[in-house]
């Protein structure tokens, strides 16, 4: 949302979150807050969003902007839905390899139900 401050923005997406059932995540920042944490908290952010399948409205001001690179993550997330490189080829084969476990569970989990 884009808008003069006070008029409501921060309201509007709480409750739009609320009626969607998703959690809002606001990244902490600190004066020490710097690249590589920015891109542990993506990382998390895309690991509870991919794997744990939840709804999560992700909120981010233009005073959160502590560096140029950050803006340039989020056009790529609001471009293709990806920030390049976030996860390294070994992570992202944990994630691939969590994520088979994660759905052979549900399904062996379904079926049970679906017998009983």
Do not use: C
């Not at 949302?1 to 809002?24: D, E, P, V």
């Not at 056009?75 to 084969?93: M, R, S, Y």
């Amino acid at each position: 949302m884009i808008g003069i401050g006070g008029n409501g923005r921060h309201s509007l997406t709480k409750l739009a979150s609320f009626i969607n059932q998703a959690q809002i995540y606001k990244i902490e920042l600190s004066k020490a807050y710097s690249k590589n944490e920015w891109t542990e908290d993506l990382k998390g952010l895309y690991k509870t969003l991919g794997l744990d399948n939840k709804k999560i409205t992700f909120m981010f001001t233009d005073s959160d902007l502590k560096e140029m690179s950050f803006m340039e993550d989020i056009n790529n997330i609001l471009n293709t839905g990806e920030v390049p490189h976030l996860f390294t080829k070994e992570e992202e084969e944990d994630i691939a390899l969590e994520m088979e476990r994660s759905s052979e569970k549900k399904i062996k989990n379904g079926l049970l139900e679906f017998l009983s």
